[in-house]
Nanobody, 122 residues
Framework: VQLQASGGGLVQTGGSLRLSCATS????????MGWFRQAAGKEREFVSA????????YYAESVKGRFTISRDNAKNTVFLQMNSLKAEDTAVYYC????????????????WGQGTLVTVSS
């Protein structure tokens, strides 16, 4: 399984970015996808997740109402639309996948993308 994250960049406070995570080598009939982030000097933290079958979505409280996770099964891609960005959203964002069940814990995910840097300037 390979994951390729993209879409990061520099944006001003209040701006928007859309991250993408293209996957290959995975069975898309089951298993969730998640987004995590790691700011400099901090632990990696859960951002959002989506189930492949029902499309159920989950968000960290810090991004709820501002970020939207979605997926395109035909393109084997998951997206993270980030609006109203804040300086505290600055981090390297990683997409990850696991075989069964939603988890908010990074260690529960087996496969990881390489990360894409999001910098929000104030």
């Amino acid at each position: 399984v390979q994951l390729q994250a993209s879409g990061g960049g520099l944006v001003q406070t209040g701006g928007s970015l859309r991250l993408s995570c293209a996957t290959s080598g995975r069975t898309f009939s089951s298993g969730p996808m998640g987004w995590f982030r790691q700011a400099a000097g901090k632990e990696r933290e859960f951002v959002s997740a989506i189930s492949w079958n029902l499309g159920s979505t989950y968000y960290a409280e810090s991004v709820k109402g501002r970020f939207t996770i979605s997926r395109d099964n035909a393109k084997n891609t998951v997206f993270l639309q980030m609006n109203s960005l804040k300086a505290e959203d600055t981090a390297v964002y990683y997409c990850a996948s696991r075989m069964y069940g939603i988890s908010y814990v990074d260690k529960a995910y087996m496969y990881w993308g390489q990360g894409t840097l999001v910098t929000v300037s104030s």
